[in-house]
């Protein structure tokens, strides 16, 4: 480490001695500095007179599967929304909630609490927008929603497009739309990291949907043309536009400690091997980097084909580990890896082959990826991404506030908002189309597919790890007959 920074962290300890608190947070940094003041934000409400003059509505709803960190994300929106002086309003059971009408007024102490739930509180469904637009923009109208904050996976960004494309239509969607990635399977194009992905490790692409949708009828409907943004959250973490989801890192832990007390079994019971089947949909997230925290012998997924000799392969390698002095296996494989090598041939074709030297067993996770409280992770990262989607939006509604109303048409009032390399990024839905499959609901680059050689290396394999990976899909960049119309089809 540099003198320089040394020399800082003195800095610091004799701000405080001097009672200087203010310049001892400027000297911890930037992130301290923005965590602190959202703690602040967050934990005492101002009193009426003190709150701007606003006279803005903004919705909040979830879409798609819930993911842990939902929650803490509503309770941020609504919170930050309320010291900017907007009207909060709640849509229960997402699109499905918002065309029959499930919304009313969500005060400060509403919220109280949400932090540590896991689920969503809200209500939450996968119902797509597209056939009922003329429905959500009257009750954009009844409610004068001027700004819409979607937290949810894919279905919540392809909704979102969808309404954002019926804007020439329905004047009610032209307001500012914005999305944050939350699903565990950590797909989403534009993000590297979403909400969520650590505590569940299911297919969570329902928000990403809705938003693709939203933003199609701004096109037809004016009552779109508002400001819109999607928080990815989803344990898939398949939503284009975001390394990470949230609710993605609850889901990892909870596979990893699911794992952890297999083998824990298995150390007892010599000469084991376990098939492990996770969630993620096509997206091969949770099985890969939870099969590489949990030391996995080795894992199946969508992305990365393989067949009959690659088995045939893994069962001769597992045949020799049994004969050093770690007589256990692990295997673990993503639902939709492939639909002829399901979890029982898997199954069965270890117990055939491995006859006489080992035995095995298969389990299937389910719904547990989905539940729980979430990670502490998925409760600061939700809070930070909603709080600034709540400034974005505030400010797009100043931008976008002329002639005595809210009139937001452009690509950049509607957004999805995903980390890249540890930044947060505002991302054009309709920019991020080209970055996704959306016949099996991933995005065609996934940083986390520069892993898969590592985990290999660690079984014991004879590889190498190559720095350089794209981290392409290779039934992208060679498409097989079947998937032609991949990157057309929504």
Not at 92 to 119: A, M, R, S
Not at 474 to 482: F, L, M
Request: glycine share 8%; aromatic share 8%; with cysteine.
């Amino acid at each position: 480490m540099p003198c320089f920074f040394c020399h800082q962290t003195q800095e610091v300890q004799k701000a405080m001695d001097e009672k200087k608190f203010d310049e001892a947070v400027r000297l911890r940094g930037r992130s301290f500095e923005n965590n602190l003041s959202t703690y602040r934000l967050l934990s005492f409400r101002k009193a009426d007179s003190e709150l701007p003059n606003s006279s803005f509505n903004v919705a909040v709803m979830n879409v798609g599967a819930p993911a842990a960190g939902m929650n803490a994300a509503v309770r941020s929106a609504v919170r930050v929304g309320i010291t900017e002086g907007h009207k909060m309003f709640a849509v229960n059971d997402g699109f499905e909630g918002f065309y029959k009408g499930q919304i009313k007024e969500i005060k400060w102490g509403d919220v109280g609490g949400w932090t540590g739930q896991g689920g969503s509180l809200l209500g939450t469904k996968r119902t797509l927008p597209g056939k009922h637009l003329d429905k959500i923009a009257e009750q954009m109208r009844i409610h004068n929603i001027n700004a819409l904050l979607v937290v949810g996976g894919f279905e919540a960004y392809v909704g979102l497009l969808e309404l954002a494309a019926a804007r020439d239509k329905y004047e009610e969607f032209c307001v500012p739309m914005v999305m944050v990635p939350a699903t565990v399977s950590n797909n989403i194009p534009g993000s590297d990291l979403s909400i969520g992905s650590d505590t569940a490790l299911n297919a969570i692409t329902d928000a990403f949907e809705s938003i693709l949708q939203l933003y199609v009828a701004r096109a037809d409907y004016e009552e779109f043309c508002i400001p819109m943004c999607i928080l990815p959250a989803t344990i898939s973490n398949n939503v284009p536009g975001t390394d990470l989801s949230l609710g993605a890192d609850t889901s990892l832990n909870a596979i990893v400690e699911t794992c952890d007390r297999i083998k824990q079994s298995a150390s007892g019971t010599k000469r084991r091997v376990f098939i492990i089947e996770t969630m993620g949909g096509y997206c091969g997230y949770l099985a890969t980097v939870g099969g590489l925290a949990a030391g996995a012998d080795t894992v199946y997924i969508y992305e990365e084909p393989f067949d009959i000799r690659d088995l045939q392969a893994n069962v001769e390698h597992l045949t020799e580990k049994m004969k050093t002095s770690i007589q256990r296996g692990l295997v673990l494989r993503n639902e939709n890896c492939n639909e002829n090598f399901t979890t029982d041939f898997i199954y069965q074709l270890y117990s055939e082959e491995g006859r006489g030297v080992f035995d095995c067993r298969k389990n299937i996770l389910g719904h547990m990826q989905q539940g729980g409280a979430p990670s502490p992770f998925d409760r600061n990262f939700g809070t930070k991404i909603a709080a600034k989607a709540m400034q974005w939006i505030t400010r797009t509604l100043k931008e976008s506030y002329k002639g005595g109303r809210v009139f937001a048409n452009s690509e950049d009032t509607a957004c999805l908002l995903g980390m890249r390399r540890r930044s947060l990024v505002f991302q054009p839905v309709a920019q991020l189309r080209d970055e996704t499959d959306f016949v099996h609901r991933i995005p065609k680059e996934q940083w986390w597919l520069k892993l898969r050689p590592l985990m290999k290396i660690l079984a014991k394999y004879k590889t190498s790890y190559d720095v350089s990976d794209s981290g392409q899909l290779e039934h992208v960049t060679r498409v097989r007959p079947k998937d032609s119309n991949t990157s057309t089809a929504i």
